[in-house]
């Protein structure tokens, strides 16, 4: 029972990971990282398709061994970060505890973001 249940999260974070490839602030890697780590309780093959990409497969494997974020990734990453808080403050208008929430979530975010290695140890 297991099984098909991590197949379909794979599937949904890989069309996820799809849509964030087109869309400028959702993420990409990420939900192909959940989708490869899925893949490898459910199909050995479409974790393979993942980590072999030609585009995402050096991040997704660079993450899973490494813990590696590429410095344009995590700028990218605080970036999107950056931005969604203004759109979320000038379209929710919200209370100050609310907006200090929020913000101290996406600033715990963005310090873990930038506390990843940029490369992998030699």
Known sequence: MVRPVFL??????TGAGVVGAFLPLMPTTIFLILAAACFARSSPRLEA???????FGPL????R???VIPPRAKALACAGMA????VFWISVHPKPWLALIV????????AFVLSRPSRAAP
Do not use: P
């Not at 398709?49 to 585009?55: K, P």
């Not at 931005?83 to 203004?86: D, P, Q, Y």
């Open 8 to 13: 379909l999260c794979g599937f949904l974070f």
């Open 49 to 55: 398709w993942i980590l072999d990409h030609r585009h």
């Open 60 to 63: 997704v494997r660079d993450w």
């Open 65 to 67: 061994e490494h813990g």
């Open 83 to 86: 931005f969604g808080f203004v």
């Open 103 to 110: 913000a101290a979530s996406l600033a715990a975010c963005a």
